[in-house]
């Protein structure tokens, strides 16, 4: 197990990014009807709310002008229309409002917040006209907005003290923790993000901190909430699993939700933070926010994966530099699917571009900013996902304005502005949700690949940053190439001595080599120089027992679940040292409680069942069993044993088809083959036995009981020569085998 994967941090303007797709709910889940796009008047016909106003802002507008709603005005009715009347017409004919910032034919995106040329000429003709009102009683249904929650939600989790925002200055950005309280590992659909006073927030990120680190960096002041924009170091967690959803909630987003297939996990002992970017009202606010969750059964079909094309390191803007431009560019290794994207910079942002360049040389525009807006910021989801074929580069452009002409200059004068986290710093971002696709079945992961290209990219720009070196690392490690990761990680050491997740990964990668004493030496070092280096004792522990010092492997593990969050892990590793130890009532309770925490704990799962079958109760066995399976389905130790528990209790077949899966998954061991070969030929099938034997044979050709129950097969079918062959050779490999030597006995002469 890999437990030391440091992943780069997904981090845009205000937040670190790591999960989802952002989408409407529909509006039948609403209660809303969705309005139709009008019919163009003709010329002689007069514009009226009735027919051809409220279609256009009950589609457009609404979601934000409603009572309680982002927008500063409601427009649900002709009154509030006709008030704001002259407003709307200026702001459509800029195209200030809808905010959308992409232009069109750039990207064809979902939820296109753009009016068409009609739309705008004729809510200028309505208003010119006088605004007339028309037959209000056939006007269509003004949309409902809920102030609650729009479904049941199966957690709410509330920020643990209210946060407040000054009455002026700049823009704000608070950081605010909300722990996931739960024992289990739950998936997420969907999500819904409630702040309190929706009219002084301008967005937020949701961002998952896997293992507390922003709470532990903050001891003292996490639960006031933190200012700024701080994120940058949060740990995406130790195994691969990189984060794939975009979550950015705006005010017009009521629910957040998952495409099909495509949920997201919480684990005991994450965080989540709701970072919010906040707008001063002129009156200090007091700020409280909720988060709803809503859980699905069904773990993740596709595992997608954000990317992230950047040029931070070259952002030094000169004072009245009016076209100061950065641009970078990403090899894409593989095929995927572009699902969307979120390209990112601050208030000196002035146009920006990004295009995928296809192997044929074709130039593919991905979307197109001419007039960006740091407060009109989104995600843009496509509505069809762009496919994009191994060999394609996606290149980014950004032209960055910090002249006086810029309006959104946040400096008067202008001062020289850097990278960095504040708004009035600047970034150079551009995030890809991308998912694999056309990747062999039973290939390595191919996110491994799509991760190495990105840190090597990373890499050639800023040769010693620790992320983009820890992650190659990492990726050599997985892919086992572990001599290759030590010498990355020693490298690592020599530029940040005694950084604790190198050295643990360090240790990690030792074990793989196969130097199992160096690794433990290394284990050992990081918990001495960080006592609290949970991840360290875990593996410290496992060495500890596998080197049978099974009394120092039961104070690691105990130690673990002592100091540090609860983690399946660990329990079901205790149960297995105390399994060994022969307590086996002691170690169901810890993979039961291992369960409680994770309902798909491997261990947990095989272990339980594997002492159900031991002591023959065979229904109990099978259903561990059969939850490990299902949960695992690529493990072949767990298909191993369900097929001998099956074989138990008379399911033959069944037992026969999971020892096939197991083979075709594992074809080079010879375990499985002959296990199948006994399982054949208990079933009768003594042919396909005998095959199964002797491919097992051909992979361990020195197994004296693999050529005593190959005669004993042959026999049993009357191959009386073949038998006394291989009877002979096995008392060749082992002169002492006493059933060979029987079994060649029993046959009759020849």
């Not at 044929?360 to 496919?387: C, G, H, M, S």
Request: charged residues 20%; negative net charge; glycine residues 6%.
């Amino acid at each position: 197990m890999n437990r030391g994967r440091w992943l780069q941090v997904k981090r845009i303007q205000s937040g670190l990014l790591a999960l989802s797709i952002i989408a409407l709910l529909s509006a039948a889940i609403h209660g809303q009807q969705t309005p139709h796009s009008q019919i163009p008047a003709p010329a002689s016909s007069p514009v009226t709310w009735s027919k051809n106003i409220a279609p256009i802002l009950y589609k457009n507008c609404t979601t934000c002008h409603h009572p309680g709603g982002a927008g500063p005005f409601s427009l649900l009715t002709y009154q509030d229309a006709t008030r704001w009347a002259p407003q709307i017409a200026n702001v459509t004919q800029s195209r200030y409002m809808p905010p959308w910032l992409p232009e069109h034919g750039y990207g064809d995106f979902k939820d296109e917040l753009r009016l068409s040329e009609q739309d705008i000429a004729t809510i200028a003709r309505w208003v010119k006209e006088g605004t007339p009102s028309g037959d209000l009683a056939a006007a269509m249904p003004a949309p409902k907005y809920s102030s609650g929650w729009q479904g049941t939600p199966d957690l709410v989790l509330t920020i643990p003290r209210a946060y407040t925002l000054a009455a002026a200055g700049t823009d704000a950005y608070v950081e605010l923790v909300l722990p996931y309280p739960l024992k289990q590992t739950h998936y997420i659909r969907a999500m819904e993000v409630h702040p309190s006073n929706p009219q002084v927030v301008h967005h937020a990120d949701i961002i998952v901190d896997p293992d507390q680190s922003f709470r532990h960096e903050h001891p003292t002041d996490w639960q006031d909430g933190v200012p700024g924009m701080e994120l940058d170091q949060i740990d995406t967690g130790k195994d691969f699993d990189p984060p794939g959803h975009f979550l950015f909630w705006k005010p017009d987003t009521p629910v957040l939700v998952e495409p099909e297939g495509m949920p997201w996990k919480l684990d005991p002992g994450n965080d989540l933070i709701l970072d919010l970017h906040l707008k001063p009202t002129g009156k200090p606010e007091a700020i409280t926010a909720q988060i709803a969750l809503y859980f699905t059964d069904t773990p993740p079909i596709y595992h997608p994966m954000l990317l992230a094309l950047e040029r931070d390191g070259a952002l030094d803007i000169p004072p009245g530099d009016a076209n100061f431009v950065v641009e970078d560019s990403l090899p894409i290794p593989l095929d995927v699917q572009l699902f969307g994207l979120y390209p990112h910079a601050h208030y000196l942002g002035k146009r920006l571009e990004a295009w995928a360049v296809l192997p044929n040389q074709e130039k593919k525009w991905l979307i197109l900013v001419p007039d960006w807006d740091i407060d009109r910021q989104a995600i843009y989801t496509y509505r069809k996902p762009i496919f994009l074929p191994a060999g394609t580069i996606v290149h980014m452009r950004f032209v960055y304005d910090n002249s006086a002409k810029n309006v959104h200059n946040p400096h008067s004068p202008p001062i020289r502005v850097l990278s960095g986290n504040r708004s009035e710093d600047e970034m150079a971002h551009l995030w890809l949700q991308v998912l694999p696709v056309n990747s062999p079945p039973n290939g390595p992961d191919p996110r491994l690949l799509l991760e190495m290209a990105w840190m090597q990219t990373w890499l050639k720009k800023d040769p010693g940053n620790l992320k983009p070196l820890y992650n190659i690392g990492s990726v050599l490690d997985l892919e086992g190439k572990s001599k290759e990761a030590v010498a990355v990680d020693e490298h690592i050491l020599q530029l940040y001595p005694g950084d604790e997740r190198t050295l643990n990964r360090l240790g990690v990668a030792l074990e793989h080599s196969g130097d199992l004493k160096q690794a433990q030496g290394v284990f050992e070092q990081t918990i001495a120089a960080h006592p609290d280096a949970c991840d360290a004792r875990l593996n410290l522990g496992r060495l500890d027992f596998e080197g049978n010092q099974v009394g120092d492997a039961e104070q690691q593990f105990r130690l673990m679940l002592e100091k540090c969050p609860p983690e399946a892990v660990a329990e079901s590793g205790l149960g297995v040292v105390l399994a060994n130890e022969g307590r086996e009532d002691d170690a169901k309770t810890e993979f039961q409680k291992a369960l409680r925490i994770d309902p798909d704990d491997l261990t947990a799962l095989y272990s339980l069942g594997d002492l159900a079958l031991k002591e023959n109760r065979i229904p109990e066995a099978e259903t561990y069993l059969e939850a490990a399976e299902k949960a695992h389905p690529e493990d072949t130790d767990t298909r191993a044993t369900l097929a001998e528990a099956y074989e138990q209790s008379g399911r033959l077949n069944d037992a026969i088809t999971q020892l096939r899966s197991a083979i075709k998954m594992a074809p080079a061991n010879a375990e499985l083959h002959a296990l199948l070969s006994q399982t054949l030929a208990s079933s009768g099938e003594l042919q396909q036995a005998i095959t199964e034997q002797k491919d097992a044979l051909r992979l361990q050709p020195n197994d004296a009981d693999g050529w005593n129950n190959l005669g004993m097969e042959e026999a049993s079918a009357g191959l009386l020569a073949e038998a006394r062959q291989a009877f002979s050779h096995a008392l060749q490999l082992d002169p002492g085998h006493t059933q060979a030597r029987e079994n060649l006995q029993r046959l009759p002469p020849s």
